[in-house]
Structure formats: C-alpha cells, structure tokens
C-alpha cells in the first residue's frame, strides 16, 4: 500500500515572529501595523513563552517581504528581489533529477548575488550544501541563516515527494535559545559553532527524480514562507516509531537496539538496513532522543545534573557532559545557566 503524505501544520517559536517584528522596524517597515494585519497584536512580542500560529507567522514574513521588496529582509548584505524564490522554482522543476536541480538553483542564487552563496560539495557518502551569507553581522538572531536552511531543505523534499534525510545541519554560532524548535525544523544531528552553514545528506539522493512540474509548482509558491515552518512528512517512518519506543524505554534502561528491534518484530540487521533506507541510523535517532530529554530535564531546577544524566541513560555524569557538549556546543551547567538567565531576562 503507498505511504499517504500531509503537511503538517502548528505553532512556532515566539523567537520567529519577535525577531521578524525587529529586524523589519529597524528597515523602516512599520512592523506593528502589519502584524495587526495577520490578526496579532505588538503583545505578542518578545514573549519567548508564548507560541503563535504558523499560518499567522508566514503572513507576516510574506509581509514583510512585500513592503521591503526584499526576500533576505535586509538580513544577508545581498537584496533578493521579491519573486526570487518563484523564479529559481521556475528553472529547476523543469530538471530531471535533484542533484540537477539544486545545482542549477545555486548558479542562480550565484548569479543573483555575484558571489559563492549556494554551493554543493561531495564528501564520499554525503552532499553539502553551504550557504555563504556575506554580512552575518546583520543576522545577529540568525533568522535569514535558517529561513535559508529551511527553504533549500523543504524545497528539495517537495521536489522529490519524500523528505529529503538529513546526516546533520551545521550552524556557524552557539546553540540558540529557541533549541527546542530545531528538532522539528531540522530533523537529525545538529552541529553547532561549525565553520558553516549547510545541510548535509546522503550523497544518493542526489539522484532521485524530480516529481513535480510548473503547476503545481505555482501551487507549492502560493503556499510559501509557510511551507518553510512545516515539514514535508509520511504518515508513517520507522525512525518516528523508533524514537518513541525508545523515549519510553530510556527510563528503564532498555533502550538498546535488540530491545527496540524486538518491539519492532524485526531482526537488528533489518532494522539498521531500514534506517539507513530512511537516511538516519539507530545512533543518530537516540543522540536525538537523549539530547532532547536532556534539554527538557535540565529546563527542571529541582534535578542534579547527575540525575539528568541517569534520566537519559548515562550512569557517568562526566560522560553525559562530553556528549551533551557534542550535541549543543555547551555543558549541561553552562546550558542550565543559560535557560535560567534568559528566564530572568
């Protein structure tokens, strides 16, 4: 039976739409008229508790776009016209498989800009992509590094009808306040304080076919940005069945890969050649299922940092540190520290 797809529709980050609301303001865009025009008020801003509808949020990037007739809002030392996105869409759906399209996608990019700002590099079994925004200093809240991230990501997933896995996604800065929303927004390993911006996935993806065509091309742009705040899922993927199997068990210890291919009715061998199949591995989905409880008990003051570490299966404190360092950029104290400032802030 084929696999049914759905986009995915939620909240966002109040980090988004506060750093949207700024960074036009100092443009000269008066931001809180159109914030109202999307339904929202200027309450909502600089309220890092507080979510806000991902439809409501894309307005009011598209918004903004419109008025500064701008798609990098100013943020990347290039202006990208208004109609950039459709029009790089427009040469490259017409291509027959992806690594054809994203090559092409970045010559226009490069021809746009005058400089190296989208390219694609082969590294064995995996592609990078790097994005190379020449005034990063006018990104301080990196919003136009990931608005950039998502869109190359959700654009190639759309093109292939499938999500396109990614190895890792590498970030040139710390690990953000709005952490959290990375596990969504980016599937898979984060790198952060890298030396690049990039998107990194299996090399043989590069080969599969386009699927789409300049109809519903014009459907897929209509829906844009909020296409970017939404990922492109199948009903059904083992590495999402997997994760909560092993969310469930990492409190009694038995997450391990025998466990989980058991309650998966499956054999390891067949579970490991299923995961690589999805481009994720059974490491990769519990270093993401660790990191993101870790996060969520060190959110918890009443918790040692060693009781943190037992919660996610580490019995060596020291070892759960060198691991958690890997995975954010940060000690677990100084990431504690960090949320318990921004609290305060």
Known sequence: MPVRRHFEYGSASNHYITALYHAAEERGVDSARLLELTGLNESVVDKPDQRV?????????????????????GLSGYRLKSGSYYMMGQLTVQKSSLGQALALGARFYNLLTDDDFITLHKDKDVVRLVIRPTEMHLDPDHLFAEICLLAWHRYASWLISDILPLTETRFPY??????????????????????????????????????QNAASLKAFMSRCPLELFRQYK????????????????????????????????????????????????????????RRDKAIFFLGQQGLRINEVAEKVGYSDPAVFTRAFRNWTGQSPRDFRQQLLTDSEA
């Open 53 to 73: 509808p991902a439809e409501k949020l894309a307005l009011f990037q598209k918004l903004i776009w419109d008025d500064l007739g701008d798609e990098s809002m």
């Open 234 to 289: 199948a009903d059904y993927s083992l590495a999402t069945e997997l994760k909560l199997i092993l969310s469930k068990a990492m409190s009694n210890g038995t997450g391990t890969i025998e466990h989980c291919a058991d309650k998966l009715h499956m054999t390891t061998r067949t579970l490991m050649r299923k995961l690589k199949d999805e481009g994720t591995s059974f490491q990769q989905l519990k270093d993401v299922v």
């Open 174 to 211: 710390p690990p953000p306040n709005h952490i959290g929303e990375y596990h969504y927004l980016f599937p898979g390993v984060h790198r952060f304080n890298h030396t690049e911006l990039a998107l990194v996935f299996p090399v043989h993806y590069l080969e599969r076919p386009v699927k």
